[in-house]
């Protein structure tokens, strides 16, 4: 059964059309990446799906539920959950209260004002576990504002994680980063594919992370859609190079 | 963690120390018990602004006009309703709590400076009820003709009203019971939220925090606890004028908060005092006061935005 | 009676006119710099004074000319000194700074010219009425809705034709980019201050002559501002003008029919606008 399904969705900033009339189906326990040029409407696409923005036209099936007009809140409680191009993070605080938030939040206790020892104690467990999966447990006490941006992005990630997401979106995880710590990130994104069957839609510049790591590739162009495949079969379409007019080091 | 854990601890023993001797010390320093009530009121008020300006980073400027309900609230209940203390504070609070729960849907959408000027002018629409609506507010001259009434505990009777050290002791109590609340929201999952959405509120709405109504809930319950310090400031003075309403009044509760230190729990506390004894000093000593007051305000923003206690704990945690 | 509605909807509209004119410099300096300038009414206190003092030297026409200029000139001064500092600071210490600068002005200007209200000479045949009929007409009401009407119009046109003015509107919408295109922002934003602080000043020269001097017309003119740019729509200058002008006319005929909320029914109607429209009438809708 599709998890995503994507139809039609086009969106309009005045005259300027930044996704045109672009469908995507993504299926369950897939790592999906989604390429392009500069300027092709990957992040605008991005937002259409988390609901950061609404589409113009077309329609945004999650699970075979209308997500199309739901906010932004609405849609993590349905499951998807997402990280930004720019980590999106709480820096005055620690990465193990980052975490907290984002694990009590997900366990429906954002209103509570009053915790059992026994709540209290799975939050606790759960977000060690977090931290151990991600490798920050000894960093986990330190404010994340003062962290080095990779330990930034791998706690923002964590913390989309803790949502126990159906659907996670990542907008260019690598983006900004240094060779050792662009392959940290790969490592824990395909640990995390691997290990929890985890369904993962990412946005990518680097082209050696997307052929590492996807399934399935789709290409977008000014806005539209140009192919989709294997990464064999996009490494060898003609009309995607000739989009990125050789830029794309495979 | 042990450390700050024990200075967090020594703190506030500190702090409950010094609240709980102020009668016994405020006049061997040169003061006297009504300005340590003062202080306390005012204090309760910055901390409940800070609730919203500094746990949620919601910047309102328009907290005197909730202050100002209290504070009629509770002063309109003794002067027509029935002659009880008790009533008129809960009075106070429920005419502060319900207008703000009615605005808020109108505000919390807004963010920042925006936030700031429309929080600001709606005030002004109580501060004109009360300055326009003379039958009932007395208007610019204020409401008089009434007084706080001693607490009949059945056993017992307190006199708070010609007692000022009882009425101290009243007023503490209440604020020990406020700021109890509020430490204790702030440490819960709901507080983490608000930590949350000051932080980053973009990461707040994607973790699935429906923000705006986040926001709204904190709105409420800061602008309850500054409706029961208006209250407390109406029976602390036996008395309320429009000015209590007035937008330079949610100035000066900003100023306390920033002054002390808007990231830490006592700051607005420690800024109320310093405010209200360099008032009391100032307005006795010049008639331009309010000039010495505005450059406060200029000299605080330029040279101690952090505010006193944020400076303290920046030397101590380096 | 239609006398005396025309005669409160044409006071609101003089009224709206002032408060145009001074939510228009709020709004200059709200949208490029995003700082709230509660320190407006005190600059348009002093153009008052200014032009009070400046009187008995240069007549009434020479006030008109040179208050507003050395108000800004404070203007510029001020933005220099102070409030650069605060820019890319939290909003809120440029609003408590702000806030205790109008503390000053007003404490000042009573300071150097009194607490009590001063009388302020207009050219005699301007105060006469132009038409018995219309006693309210007189010919300084409608040279005060002329000469703001020449300030806005000269407003729109410098910000829509001239280098400054493109580039204060650019600055408005992406301020980031304007200076990567290797505008001196710094420069930009103090000129943008004094054009602000001008119009306060103007605002002043021609109020006293309707509302009488005294230190506190700075503070009892800024609320209604701000109610302006809000009705109006955040960050709309055309709007900022319309709010000014309509809860100009809303108080004018609330006056007539019920005078004790002539000041609350701004703020009634900002509550109506902010219900429907959380930006206002022509603000632009963000979901952020």
Redesign the interface.
């Known amino acids: 059964m599709t998890l995503l399904r994507v139809e039609k969705v086009s969106k309009h900033f005045g005259s300027l059309i930044a996704v045109n009339d672009v469908s995507m189906t993504v299926e369950p326990g897939e790592l999906r990446a989604v390429i392009g040029p500069n300027g092709a409407g990957k992040t605008t696409f991005f937002n259409l799906i988390?609901g950061?923005l609404t589409p113009t036209f077309g329609r945004v099936m999650f699970d075979g539920e209308d997500v199309t007009q739901l906010?932004?809140?609405r849609r993590?409680?349905r499951g998807i959950?997402?990280t930004?191009q720019i980590t999106?993070?709480?820096?005055?605080?620690t990465i193990r209260?980052n975490l907290?938030?984002?694990v009590?939040?997900?366990s429906g206790?954002?209103?509570?004002?009053?915790?059992s020892q026994d709540a209290d104690g799975e939050v606790k467990a759960r977000v060690v576990d977090l931290l151990e999966m991600s490798g920050l447990t000894e960093k986990a006490?330190r404010l994340v504002g003062e962290l080095a941006h990779g330990d930034q992005r791998a706690t923002?990630i964590m913390?989309?994680l803790a949502?126990k997401p159906r659907l996670l979106l990542l907008d260019e995880p690598t983006a900004g980063m240094g060779d050792q710590e662009t392959y940290d990130i790969t490592q824990l994104i395909r640990k995390l594919h691997r290990d929890q069957k985890l369904t993962i839609v990412l946005i990518e510049h680097d082209m050696r992370v997307v052929f590492h790591l996807a399934d399935r590739i789709m290409v977008l162009d000014q806005g539209k859609f140009l192919a989709e495949g294997t990464p064999q079969d996009i490494a060898a379409n003609e009309a995607v190079q000739a989009a990125y007019l050789g830029k794309a080091a495979a | 963690?042990g450390a700050i854990d024990f200075n967090k601890r020594a703190a506030n023993l500190l702090v409950w120390l010094l609240l709980g001797t102020m009668p016994y010390w405020m006049t061997a320093i040169g003061g006297y018990v009504e300005l340590g009530s003062r202080a306390v009121v005012l204090g309760l008020g910055a901390m409940s602004l800070n609730f919203l300006?500094g746990y949620t980073g919601v910047?309102s400027?328009g907290h005197a006009a909730y202050f100002g309900l209290g504070a009629y609230g509770a002063g309109m209940m003794i002067r027509y309703v029935a002659p009880s203390t008790g009533l008129a504070i809960a009075t106070g609070i429920l005419v502060g709590t319900v207008a703000a729960a009615i605005?808020g849907p109108?505000?919390i959408?807004?963010?920042?400076?925006?936030f700031?000027?429309?929080t600001?002018?709606?005030g002004?629409?109580f501060y004109?009820?009360a300055?326009?609506?003379n039958a009932v507010t007395g208007g610019d001259d204020g409401l008089t003709g009434w007084t706080r009434l001693p607490i009949d505990l059945g056993f017992t009777q307190i006199d708070i009203l010609h007692n000022p050290i009882a009425f101290y002791y009243l007023v503490l109590v209440l604020f020990a019971v406020a700021v109890g609340i509020m430490a204790?929201?702030l440490r819960?999952?709901?507080?983490?939220?608000l930590?949350?959405i000051r932080?980053?509120?973009?990461?707040a709405?994607?973790?699935?925090?429906?923000?705006d109504r986040?926001i709204w809930i904190s709105w409420i319950i800061s602008c309850g606890f500054v409706s029961l310090a208006g209250a407390l400031y109406a029976l602390l003075n036996n008395f309320v004028d429009p000015r209590a309403l007035y937008?330079?009044q949610s100035?000066d509760f900003?100023?306390m908060a920033?002054l002390g230190g808007m990231r830490s729990f006592w700051g607005p506390l420690l800024g109320a005092a310093i405010f209200v004894v360099l008032q009391d000093y100032l307005s006795s000593q010049t008639e331009?006061w309010?000039?010495f007051?505005?450059?406060?305000?200029?000299l605080?923003?330029?040279f101690f935005?952090r505010g006193v206690l944020g400076i303290i704990r920046r030397k101590v945690t380096p | 009676m239609t006398q005396v509605v025309l005669f409160n909807i044409f006071n609101g509209l003089i009224v709206g006119a002032f408060y145009a004119l001074m939510a228009l410099g709020l709004s200059l300096i709200?949208n490029l710099s995003?700082?709230?300038n509660?320190a407006h009414g005190g600059f348009l206190a002093i153009g008052g004074y200014v032009a009070y003092t400046l009187i008995p030297y240069v007549g009434f026409w020479g006030a008109l000319v040179l208050a507003p200029v050395l108000t800004a000139i404070l203007g510029v001064l001020v933005e220099r000194v102070?409030i650069r500092?605060?820019y890319g600071?939290d909003?809120?210490?440029s609003?408590?700074?702000t806030?205790?600068?109008?503390?000053?002005?007003?404490?000042?200007t009573?300071?150097i010219w009194g607490a009590q209200s001063l009388p302020f000479q207009v050219p005699g045949w301007l105060m006469a009425p132009l038409s018995s009929d219309y006693f309210f007409l007189t010919g300084y009401r409608l040279f005060m809705v002329l000469i703001v009407a020449i300030a806005v119009i000269g407003l729109f046109l410098i910000l829509s034709y001239t280098k400054l003015g493109v580039r204060i509107r650019a600055g408005t919408l992406d301020l980031e980019t304007v200076s990567v295109l290797g505008v001196n922002v710094r420069i930009l934003r103090n000129m943008n201050f004094g054009m602000g602080v001008y119009l306060a000043g103007l605002a002043g020269v021609l109020a006293v002559g309707q509302l009488g001097l005294q230190p506190t017309i700075g503070s009892s003119l800024i609320?209604p501002s701000?109610?302006a740019?809000?009705v109006g729509g955040?960050g709309s200058l055309p709007g900022t003008l319309l709010g000014g002008f309509l809860i100009g006319v809303a108080s004018g005929v609330t006056t007539v029919f019920f005078p004790?909320?002539t000041?609350?029914v701004i703020?009634?109607m900002?509550?109506a606008v902010?219900?429907v429209r959380?930006r206002g009438l022509l603000g632009e809708e963000g979901r952020?």
Not at chain 2, 199 to 203: A, L
Not at chain 2, 293 to 298: I, Q, W, Y
Not at chain 3, 99 to 108: C, M, S, T, Y
């Open positions: 988390s950061f906010l932004p809140a993590v409680w959950a997402r930004f999106e993070v709480f820096p005055e605080l209260e907290r938030i984002a009590e939040v997900a206790y954002r209103l509570r004002v009053w915790q006490d923002e913390m989309a949502l | 963690m300006l910047l400027f605005i109108l505000i959408r807004l963010r920042g400076v925006y700031a000027m429309v600001i002018a709606f002004q629409v004109f009820i300055f326009r609506w204790f929201l819960s999952p709901f507080g983490r939220t930590l949350a932080e980053n509120e973009r990461r709405r994607f973790l699935g925090i429906p923000v986040h937008w330079t100035g900003v100023i920033v331009n309010m000039s007051l505005g450059l406060f305000f200029v605080i923003v330029l935005p | 709200l995003g700082v709230i509660f102070l500092r605060l600071r909003p809120l210490y609003l408590l700074l806030f205790g600068l109008a503390f000053i002005f007003e404490d000042g009573r300071f609320m701000f109610v740019i809000i955040l004790s909320a000041e609350a703020y009634v900002m509550a902010l219900m959380p952020f």
